[in-house]
């Protein structure tokens, strides 16, 4: 088989052996739920990996609730009526940025009317400014603001200003939810400094498998009322028996993850050297978010002239894998959303390159011959034009 490069990790990262052996050694565990020393034994995977995603965001164990991935932990959190102990509290708008994953940008159960959008600016950040309007004109007596954001781009990587982001929520008397998924594991987080009341991670974006996700909470002061509900499963916040092997799995990639936190200027370096590339036989490419901090394993470009879709089957048929975009749903491709939340142009597409500890100097050398083949191609096609 001819060798390919995988670089497309925000999609989803490859499964670390470390994860596949605990997801194969999790499989015939028993019901962690059951008091018998079998069940036990498998509460104690759970608990185990509760403390390793607790450690990659420096929370509290307790404060952690597996979930089937971070869209339902989005959607648990998304909701107007919450929980301060048994007194109900009411959230009575839920504020969101034009450049957030479908996850947070769908509201969750709000009513399509209590959901406000916030614009970005050029460089993909959020305009602090009509945040901090939208807060001070926010009305109290219909509820707390709930402000939802992402901590990292999934297209651009571009970073959010979550210590701005969270001052002026505090000062509105506002809840913050960090959706934390592509960050986690490709910069510190710490939920203990005080800037999140909720992170939002996902298994399969750190080398865990799919079908794991989790809420961490700052405090257990609230919670939002139960999204799905039964046999109180997760100390009552989350029912469900749970998926023994893809959280032990995620317990194990976590670790890994933290580990490996201090080794990303590799990363770095290597996202680097792909752009130098993309410069030298692409002149007049377009990077988008470059000039603002954004995760240290992506990148955005778009090729004047080529549609990313092209440039994407072209890649694949190299032996490259990368994305025009995200990838939210099945077989999805379309115009994105986060260039047009930045002002580019209708129709405007791009290419999104991410990578991660596992990518290597070969991958990168296949991605430089693939990429030379589509610039020949292009400045041919200029030529006979």
Known sequence: MAARAYLDHNASAPLSSAARAAVVAALDAANPSSVHQEGRAARRIVEDARRAVAALVNGKPEHVVFTSGATEAATTLLTPDWQMGRAALRMGRLYVCQADHPCLLSGGRFPAGQVARLGVGGDGILDL????????????????????????????????????????????????????????????????????????????????????????????????????????????????????????????????????????????????????????LVPDAVFFGADVPRLPNTSFFAIPGMKAETAQIAFDLAGVALSAGSACSSGKVGPSHVLKAMGVGAGQGALRVSIGQVTTDEDIGLFRTALAGIAARRAGGKQAA
């Open 129 to 280: 400014a009509a945040l901090e309007a939208a807060l001070a004109a926010h009305d109290k007596a219909d509820g707390l603001p709930l402000v939802a954001i992402h901590a990292a781009n999934n297209e651009t990587g571009v970073l959010q200003p979550v210590e701005e982001i969270s001052r002026i929520v505090k000062a509105a008397g506002g809840v913050l939810v960090l959706d934390a998924v592509q960050a986690a594991g490709r910069i510190p987080l710490d939920i203990s400094a005080g800037y999140a009341d909720y992170l939002i991670l996902s298994s399969h974006k750190i080398g865990g498998p799919k079908g794991a996700g989790a809420i961490v909470a700052a405090a257990d002061l609230m919670m939002p009322k139960l999204l799905v509900v039964g046999g109180g499963q997760e100390k009552g916040h989350r029912a469900g028996t749970e998926n023994l092997p893809a959280i032990a799995g995620f317990g194990a990639a976590a670790k890994e993850a933290l580990a490996a936190l201090d080794a990303i200027g590799v990363v770095r370096a290597r996202r680097d050297a792909i752009e130098a590339m993309v410069s030298e």
